[in-house]
């Protein structure tokens, strides 16, 4: 089946994994106590989804930042830590401290396939709003407008299958016309369970299982 639409993972596969580790985490990590305490009433919600996943009914916000920053340490994917990392991440980029790392392939490669009209979806545990601050205020300008639609943890965890199924109803396309783009073995397998056509991304090179694997985007064949 000819490919309509294209999901990619951001990182390790549009972007560095070390723009995440060394760039985004610490900055959130280190910001994590003082934002929790100063936006607690606005934070109400995620503070309730705290304390119901780590069992501490009574944590205060100070304590409940210490969960958090400990998620952070175990980088567990969870939805309501990657909500609280992306509006910190947004102070950051809005004040000009981070600039959203894409490879210059990928940008060249977005660009071109959505100018040949395919659509360009995004699937990362990094929250929407991460998404789209990472890409619309990126090394390479706003990238946002390339993109139709944005999924992450609230579809489901990368690694199963249902999460792609899901996506793939959400962008109500033919589920085999829907390439998925990652540097995760796990989450290709996952997608190619769904029926989506896969290719890995090994920046460093390599193959990743018996995945049509490429070293940039300028290889992806469509
Ligand atoms: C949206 S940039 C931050 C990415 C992030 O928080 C993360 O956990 C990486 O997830 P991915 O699914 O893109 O590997
Ligand atoms: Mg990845």
Redesign the pocket.
């Known amino acids: 089946m000819a490919v309509q639409a294209i999901l990619t993972?951001?990182?390790?596969?549009t972007s560095s994994i070390g723009f995440v580790y060394d760039v985004l985490f610490p900055y959130a990590r280190e910001r994590m106590k003082d934002y929790v305490q100063q936006h607690a009433a606005e934070l109400n919600e995620q503070l309730e989804a705290v304390r119901l996943e780590a069992q501490e009914p009574e944590a205060e916000p100070a304590r409940v930042a210490e969960i958090l920053v400990q998620w952070m340490a175990e980088d567990r994917k969870a939805t309501v830590l990657k909500d609280v990392q992306g509006k910190i991440w947004r102070e950051g980029y809005l004040s000009g401290a981070l600039q959203g790392h894409v490879y210059a392939d990928a940008v060249n490669a977005l660009q071109q396939w959505h100018a040949m009209g395919l659509q360009l979806y995004v699937y990362s545990s990094g929250s929407i709003e991460a998404q789209k601050l990472i890409f619309g205020y990126s090394v390479a300008g706003d990238l946002t407008p390339l993109f139709t639609g944005y999924f992450d943890t609230t579809s489901g965890a990368k690694r199963e299958r249902e999460s792609y199924q899901r996506i793939a109803e959400a962008i109500d396309k033919p589920v085999d016309s829907i390439l998925f783009l990652?540097?995760?073995v796990q989450?290709l397998d996952a997608a190619r369970a769904a029926g989506m056509q896969t290719c890995g991304l090994a920046r460093e090179g390599g193959v990743l299982g018996d995945h049509q694997t490429v070293a940039s985007f300028a290889e992806v064949k469509i």
């Open positions: 993972d951001i990182e390790g596969t990652s540097d995760v989450e």
